[in-house]
């Protein structure tokens, strides 16, 4: 399993939505400054955010991006699950995978299986808020 670009810069756009929250849209534009993501991308990810109804957009003057929820309320996983086609370790364990004519007497799948759980489980135990808290890398170095 590789997280592909597409999904961490999505959490850092639900990041940075989280961070600026308010009344008001945020620009696009906005948000590509200070995440030092090309607009152009950027559009493609936000596009599938607001398809996904996970963040919601206004067009025109004033226009932008919001959160749809409050942050606490978006998990890793939910995030992960729109932009990666699969968060299995294995191609046996992918969501539409052909059933394996080894599975049976497989003595790694318990392995692989326990580790998907814990992927899951992990992601699904950590939302943009706990992200949100987390203090910028590098910073806590203390002598």
Known sequence: MLISTKGRYALRVMIDLA???SE?????REIAIRQEISEKYLESI????VKAKVVESLRGKGGGYRLKK????YTADSILSLT????????????????????????TLPLWQGLDQAIHAY???????DL????TAGDDYVI
């Open 24 to 28: 008001e849209f945020i620009s696009l």
């Open 46 to 49: 936000i596009r599938m955010l």
């Open 70 to 73: 409050a942050p606490e309320d």
């Open 123 to 129: 992601l699904k135990s950590v939302t943009i808020a």
């Open 84 to 107: 990666e086609e699969s968060l299995a370790p294995v191609a046996c364990l992918e969501e539409n995978a052909d059933a394996c004519p080894r599975a049976a007497r497989c003595k």
């Open 19 to 21: 961070e600026h929250r």
């Open 132 to 135: 949100m808290e987390q203090g």
